[in-house]
């Protein structure tokens, strides 16, 4: 996030600089050398935007289906010990939260 953040102001401050420079009456080569830096911040504004974006979903928490109870089949899956821990507590946090289990459990965080 920082890294787009100063990439944003030196984008800014390369754009201010450029028009100055323009306003200025400054010769082709100067203008030109402002363009370049131009160029240059933006194609790195845009990269961190793309690495912060990337960064972001991979960062998303993952589903993993669960098969919990069968079409027409209550099963209690806390205090089965067939069924794996991370699945009893997950069941247990719905029952708590007085909702039913869904099979979607989400899994890393």
Known sequence: MTRVVLSWMD???????????????????????????QDRAHRQFLAAC????????????????????????SHSLVGDPSVPGWVQAAAH?????????TGRIAVGG
Not at 93 to 101: I, M
């Open 11 to 37: 984008t800014c401050g390369v754009d201010a600089r450029y028009a100055q420079a323009v306003k200025d009456g400054a010769s082709w080569e100067r203008i030109r050398e402002y363009s370049r830096w």
């Open 50 to 73: 793309k690495t912060l974006a990337q960064v972001r979903r991979l960062l998303k928490p993952t589903f993993a289906q669960a098969n919990i109870a069968g079409p027409a089949q």
């Open 93 to 101: 946090r719905c029952a708590r939260k007085g909702r039913p289990p």
